[in-house]
């Protein structure tokens, strides 16, 4: 019997954090969920998708088709097929916004600069994995050395009045700098704007940008005043989906969408 509510599943497993998006045939988001993704990925998956079916008030049945993504996507049991991360995070980004865009994906293990013209295809693309500077990872390591919750230093960083700019863009060094800085009296709020400078100007360095520039990931979901900052060093306003964490699981969902009426009208031609 067909499903009467048909929906298509993206599973983005990143090394950090595992992000699920269910969409219906309209390509509206239904349900989602965002968990660290630990030491068992298919485990984490699981519990994903148990979430997100149950807020988009759906079951298993419903599935027509899951395509996964990421640092992990083979760990996923429930997959249909995977796709690369860059193809998903363009298709999700330019669902949203259907121009030429320059994405900038700022992840917890490492950074992507997407560009895509107006019809959507990728014509350009570089990714940092090399350094865990310009990334979720830079800012989780200073956390614990400023004794300040991940969670707050947005806020600190807002604070600022005198930013401490660090001189290197190494973790190793920059936790050195930071120490150093701390000891001479610096306030904590103007060390933070530093750090969240250090991730923006290792990301901007490493392409030039298109007039649109959309910044997606968990560390923009998290850190709102990164993109503030980011939108007066490049002289322009960026623009963020409602969930920017999510871009990339929602590009897979429509990667198993288009999977799915592709195999119907093969089936169809076959018939």
Do not use: W
């Amino acid at each position: 019997m067909a499903s009467l509510k048909p929906i298509y599943v993206g599973v983005d497993v990143g090394a950090s954090r595992t992000k699920l998006a269910v969409l219906d045939s309209e390509n509206q988001l239904l349900g989602h969920a965002v968990q660290k993704s630990g030491t068992d990925f298919s485990a984490t998956a699981n519990n994903c998708l148990e979430t997100s079916l149950k807020m988009a008030g759906v079951s298993r049945a419903d599935i027509q088709r899951v395509v996964s993504t990421g640092y992990g996507r083979k760990n996923v049991t429930y997959s249909d097929e995977t796709k690369t991360e860059i193809g998903c995070h363009a298709k999700g980004c330019y669902l949203y916004y259907p121009f030429a865009i320059t994405i900038i994906d700022i992840g917890g293990q490492d950074n992507k600069i997407i560009k895509l013209d107006d019809r959507g295809r990728r014509t350009g693309f570089k990714m940092n994995r090399k350094c865990a500077a310009g990334t979720g990872a830079f800012l989780e390591e200073m956390s614990p050395r400023l004794d300040i919750p991940l969670e707050a230093m947005d806020g600190l960083a807002k604070q600022s009045l005198e930013m401490v700019k660090l001189g290197s863009f190494c973790t190793v060094f920059s936790g050195t700098e930071v120490l150093e800085n701390i000891r001479r009296g610096k306030k904590i709020s103007d060390i933070i704007k530093g750090l969240f400078y250090s991730v923006i100007k290792r990301v901007v360095e490493m392409d030039a940008f298109t007039d649109n520039v959309v910044m997606t990931g968990g560390v923009v979901a998290h850190n709102p005043y990164l993109v503030t900052m980011t939108e007066e060093l490049i002289g322009r306003k960026i623009l963020v989906p409602k969930f920017p964490q999510l871009t990339g699981a929602i590009g897979a969902a429509l990667y198993a969408r288009a999977g799915f009426e592709d195999s119907r009208i093969q089936g169809s031609e076959g018939g």
